[in-house]
């Protein structure tokens, strides 16, 4: 059974910068066309895409954050790492780690809980 | 870039049938997948590659794209199904290849 779950801090004041790990069960991210990736929700908006770390070490960024955005994995704990600098208040958000298992073309199978990080001084 | 639109709200009886639009430019040749978001939770997917459904998805829950609309379908609407309900496509050739519609509320009278 595929899981995944989001931690980190849920307060970050701004110009601080995010640190979120992902720590998933249930595959490998080296098992191929498998992805790992984050999307983000602020309170009571949509969803929007942030990154994806592909199983091929291979990486995609939004490119509107992209200069923010850095996204790494540590394959011995199973874990994906998103850092994002410069955080504002705008960044307040839900942010999601999410399973995508088919390459080219991802859906998101499996989602964690969500964490909500708010920007805040 | 590519833009779904989709209404911000549809209302309906229970034991009815709700259907919910994604708009885009000639979206019948894109793959569409649905997520259900029920309140203070984490989406799910309800519907894959326009109409294939995931194991353990009613089969009340339907999906169909032709021209520029893709539709989910729900049969026989219950109370649990009142919910957020997003779309997304896979656009190759951008850079920004995750797209999602602005979500619809799915309200159940």
């Known amino acids: 059974q595929i899981t995944l779950k989001e931690s980190g801090p849920t307060l970050v004041e701004p110009t601080q910068t995010l640190t979120l790990t992902c720590t998933f069960s249930?595959?490998?991210?080296?098992?191929?066309?498998?992805?790992v990736g984050w999307i983000r929700q602020p309170p009571g908006k949509a969803l929007e895409w942030l990154a994806l770390f592909y199983w091929n070490d291979d990486k995609r960024y939004s490119p509107s954050l992209k200069s923010r955005l850095t996204i790494t994995k540590d394959t011995s704990k199973n874990q994906v790492v998103l850092t994002m600098t410069d955080m504002d208040p705008v960044d307040t958000a839900t942010y999601y780690c999410v399973h995508g298992p088919e390459y080219p073309e991802y859906y998101f199978d499996y989602w964690g809980q969500g964490a909500l990080v708010t920007v805040s001084s | 870039s590519y833009v779904l639109t989709q209404p911000p709200s549809v209302s309906v009886a229970p034991g009815q049938t709700a259907t919910i639009a994604c708009g885009a430019n000639?979206?019948?040749?894109?793959?569409v997948h649905w997520y259900q978001q029920r309140p203070g939770q984490a989406p799910v997917l309800v519907i894959k590659y326009d109409s294939d459904r995931p194991s353990g998805i009613p089969e009340r829950f339907s999906g169909s794209n032709s021209g520029n609309t893709a539709t989910l379908t729900i049969n026989r609407v219950e109370a649990g199904d009142e919910a957020d309900y997003f779309c997304?496509?896979?656009?190759?050739?951008?850079?920004?290849?995750?797209?999602f519609g602005g979500g619809t509320k799915l309200t159940v009278l």
């Open positions: 997304q496509v896979w656009e190759s050739k951008s850079d920004h290849p995750v797209i």
């Open positions: 249930g595959f490998s991210l080296s098992n191929n066309e498998v992805s």
């Open positions: 000639n979206i019948e040749r894109k793959n």
